[in-house]
């Protein structure tokens, strides 16, 4: 059920979509499927209903998500004379990156528990399993319609933050919603195919690289994505070429994590779990966020630094964990 004040904050968000001539779509660095393509379904019907539309993602896009229409108008950087700002998929303002943290923010549409409701009208449902599937609900209420591109991409979203459909917070309605976009004209094989299931030669080495430093320690897991990786990989992406969905697959662990390397400083850090584990609160330490069972943070420092202090703490939460399990 809808609250009363998600129901205002959703008349708002039709007004100013409606309103607004030259509307900037923002969504979070280091952009994952979710982000993406909620950027281009939501920018494509804007495109479609007249409005000369900003899509804009700091760092790009992978190359696996080019095969959806419109992607190639999707920016790195902002053009002045937008009239109004649209933040997606991100649960926080600095999350937007350097040159957008600092914009105002009128509409926030996320999913993330850990959500800072930091826009003028901010439309964060914690229950669904995507910001793709807050579009898909939303987009026909305020008055566009969902054609084939706009369906294609959002259903990327759905497909790859669910993993496939995999997580815990997939529901009947979710796949209600994806039977919505596949009628809408939407390609399901083809999405599930380019989105999950091929990998580039690079991403490929970028992972064996990665995969060779696995390192266990009861059931908890973790490696590390370096700067010289890429450089030996060719991999010219500041993601993870999806590898910590692909660690969240191994058996019998609680939490595994990936700490990817950037080349400012700082480490990705990024949280996956089982069995009911809330790594959001450990990524909340470290000023970090995201939903119970998929988390990240972004620190300060060198590697080692942010590895042995990150595995500290999470050693701790699940000894904490196991405790309460056994009281």
């Excluded at 999707?74 to 350097?98: F, H, T, W």
């Excluded at 609680?254 to 950037?262: G, K, R």
């Excluded at 998929?294 to 060198?302: D, F, S």
């Amino acid at each position: 059920m809808i609250s009363k004040d998600l129901r205002a904050a959703s008349r708002e968000i039709r007004s100013l979509l409606h309103t607004a001539q030259k509307p900037l779509i923002v969504a979070h660095i280091r952009p994952d499927g979710d982000a993406i393509a909620s950027t281009l379904g939501l920018g494509l019907c804007l495109a479609d209903a007249g409005k000369q539309c900003q899509m804009v993602l700091p760092d790009g896009i992978p190359a696996r998500f080019k095969f959806l229409e419109g992607s190639r108008n999707i920016r790195n950087r902002m053009e002045p004379g937008y009239d109004l700002v649209i933040a997606l998929d991100c649960s926080d303002q600095k999350r937007l990156g350097e040159d957008l943290s600092g914009i105002p923010v009128d509409i926030n549409i996320d999913h993330h528990i850990t959500n800072e409701h930091f826009a003028k009208f901010n439309l964060v449902l914690p229950e669904e399993p995507a910001t793709a599937a807050i579009l898909t609900r939303y987009l026909p209420e305020w008055g566009f319609p969902l054609t084939p591109a706009v369906a294609n991409a959002l259903l990327t979203g759905i497909v790859t933050d669910t993993i496939g459909f995999r997580t815990s917070n997939v529901s009947p309605d979710s796949l209600r919603q994806t039977a919505a976009l596949i009628e809408a004209g939407a390609n399901l094989s083809d999405v599930y195919e380019n989105a999950l299931t091929y990998q580039s030669y690079a991403a490929s080495l970028l992972w064996g690289l990665a995969l060779s430093r696995l390192q266990k320690e009861g059931k908890l897991a973790w490696t590390s994505i370096t700067m010289e990786d890429r450089k030996k990989a060719g991999y010219s992406g500041r993601d993870d070429a999806d590898l910590t969905n692909q660690l969240s697959a191994i058996e019998n662990l609680n939490i595994v994590i990936l700490f990817n390397e950037q080349n400012d400083c700082k480490i990705k850090v990024s949280w996956r779990s089982h069995s009911g584990i809330d790594v959001s609160k450990i990524a909340q330490r470290f000023g970090g966020g995201g939903h119970p069972p998929a988390a990240g943070a972004e620190i300060k420092g060198n590697l080692n630094e942010v590895e042995d202090m990150v595995l500290t703490v999470t050693k701790k939460y699940l000894k904490a964990q196991k405790s309460k399990g056994e009281n």
